[in-house]
């Protein structure tokens, strides 16, 4: 689906709960990919400050841009651990 994104689209998640089961570089990638090709990533619960970044000098485009990525990233690896938390109980009786 993330073939046909063009520059200047928003590509919505609604929810990360499909790609939880993945290790963090894995899911990384076609984040990566949808910024590689100029569109934004609008995900529930993280604000964006793509607009700012553009308009913002270079030392603080850095500071927003890390900014923007640090919430995805802390959102996408909670994801992960609930569903290896979520694998384990069942093993372990609980």
């Known amino acids: 689906m993330i073939d046909v994104v063009q520059p200047a689209e928003t590509v919505a998640t609604e929810k990360i709960d499909r790609i939880r089961g993945l290790p963090l570089?894995?899911?990384e990638r076609p984040v990566d990919f949808i910024r590689a090709m100029g569109a934004r990533l609008a995900v529930p619960r993280i604000v964006d400050m793509s607009n700012l970044a553009v308009e913002a000098d270079e030392a603080a485009r850095i500071v927003l841009e890390s900014?923007?990525?640090l919430p995805l990233k802390l959102d996408l690896?909670?994801?992960r651990d609930e569903h290896e938390i979520g694998c384990e109980r069942p093993r372990e009786g609980v």
């Open 25 to 27: 570089a894995e899911v």
């Open 67 to 69: 900014e923007q990525q």
């Open 77 to 79: 690896q909670m994801a």
